[in-house]
């Protein structure tokens, strides 16, 4: 079967880029150490940046040495420390951990992939196991390791970035939008959990984000039926700036009374 880039979908709202620019808060992150997974590319490396340009730690993590090397030539002048390795893996988020050197001040699991819009009878095992991987499993383990170092400390902000396919089942395939559920549950029962220990649990749910990762569709069942959806329903794509600036919120003090929230980043898109 042919596969029917998404991009098509979006093609006619794609001129519509928002003019909004990025205007940094100095000193918002000074003193604090923040890790951020995806930070690579995409919402990952424009979270990164923004944390690190307003005085934060930046431990950046991404499967990609490669991009991560370009990131930190790009901006010799901030404090990015890049740990490159595949972030399910308990070697990598152990290294994660200890180049945070005993100080984790916030959290944001930005990593993830996309599945081919696949209903459920499309999935294959190998499709499925990796999303969840990686969507899910990668978060469970680097927040696991973290949180204890968060309680010692009193203090602590985990921001995990879910998707529009976590609030509706009309926005990817079956296994994004399980895992993505699966984001915004963590994200609920850790605040509940934690909250009164002083940690924040949040997630953003982004919609439409000109990003890297490739959405294509895999299923001929899936573009017939959520095509026609997308057309009509999806404001026009955010940067990934403009998400980063939902996450920095929310990773910063600035978010101070928000806990357990599933803020929708998305134009609009979750209110239709």
Same mark, same amino acid.
């Given at each position: 079967?042919?596969?029917? &880039?998404?991009?098509?979908?979006?093609?006619?709202?794609?001129?519509?880029?928002?003019?909004?620019?990025?205007?940094? &808060?100095?000193?918002?992150?000074?003193?604090?150490?923040?890790?951020?997974?995806?930070?690579?590319?995409?919402?990952?490396?424009?979270?990164?940046?923004?944390?690190?340009?307003?005085?934060?730690?930046?431990?950046?993590?991404?499967?990609?040495?490669?991009?991560?090397?370009?990131?930190?030539?790009?901006?010799?002048?901030?404090?990015?420390?890049?740990?490159?390795?595949?972030?399910?893996?308990?070697?990598?988020?152990?290294?994660?951990?200890?180049?945070?050197?005993?100080?984790?001040?916030?959290?944001?699991?930005?990593?993830?992939?996309?599945?081919?819009?696949?209903?459920?009878?499309?999935?294959?095992?190998?499709?499925?196991? %990796?999303?969840?991987?990686?969507?899910?499993?990668?978060?469970?383990?680097?927040?696991?390791?973290?949180?204890?170092?968060?309680?010692?400390?009193?203090?602590?902000?985990?921001?995990?970035?879910?998707?529009?396919?976590?609030? %509706?089942?009309?926005?990817?395939?079956?296994? @994004?939008?399980?895992?993505?559920?699966?984001?915004?549950?963590?994200?609920?029962?850790?605040?509940?959990? @934690?909250?009164?220990?002083?940690?924040?649990?949040?997630?953003?749910?982004?919609?439409?984000?000109? &990003?890297?990762?490739?959405?294509?569709?895999?299923?001929?069942?899936?573009?017939?039926?959520?095509?026609?959806?997308?057309?009509?329903?999806?404001?026009?794509?955010?940067?990934?700036?403009?998400?980063?600036?939902?996450?920095?919120?929310?990773?910063?003090?600035?978010?101070?009374?928000?806990?357990?929230?599933?803020?929708?980043?998305?134009?609009?898109?979750?209110?239709?």
């Amino acid at each position: 079967m042919d596969h029917i &880039t998404l991009s098509n979908v979006w093609k006619d709202i794609m001129g519509n880029e928002a003019s909004w620019q990025e205007v940094t &808060t100095n000193g918002r992150f000074a003193g604090k150490t923040v890790i951020v997974t995806g930070a690579g590319s995409g919402i990952g490396q424009a979270t990164a940046l923004r944390v690190a340009k307003e005085g934060g730690r930046v431990i950046a993590a991404d499967i990609s040495k490669e991009r991560l090397d370009a990131l930190v030539e790009k901006n010799a002048g901030l404090d990015l420390v890049p740990v490159a390795g595949d972030i399910s893996t308990e070697e990598t988020v152990a290294a994660v951990v200890t180049a945070a050197g005993g100080r984790v001040d916030a959290l944001a699991n930005v990593a993830g992939i996309m599945d081919k819009f696949a209903p459920i009878h499309d999935v294959d095992d190998e499709t499925w196991d %990796r999303v969840l991987r990686i969507n899910v499993t990668a978060l469970m383990r680097l927040t696991r390791a973290v949180v204890p170092l968060m309680l010692d400390a009193g203090v602590g902000s985990v921001v995990n970035v879910a998707s529009e396919a976590g609030l %509706r089942g009309s926005a990817a395939g079956a296994a @994004y939008t399980a895992s993505k559920h699966a984001v915004v549950g963590l994200t609920k029962n850790s605040a509940v959990m @934690y909250g009164p220990k002083g940690l924040r649990f949040n997630a953003v749910a982004p919609g439409a984000t000109i &990003t890297n990762i490739v959405a294509d569709w895999g299923s001929q069942l899936a573009a017939e039926r959520l095509g026609p959806l997308m057309q009509v329903t999806i404001p026009a794509p955010a940067t990934a700036a403009q998400l980063a600036a939902s996450i920095t919120f929310l990773l910063s003090d600035d978010g101070t009374n928000v806990n357990g929230a599933i803020l929708a980043s998305d134009g609009g898109w979750s209110a239709l």
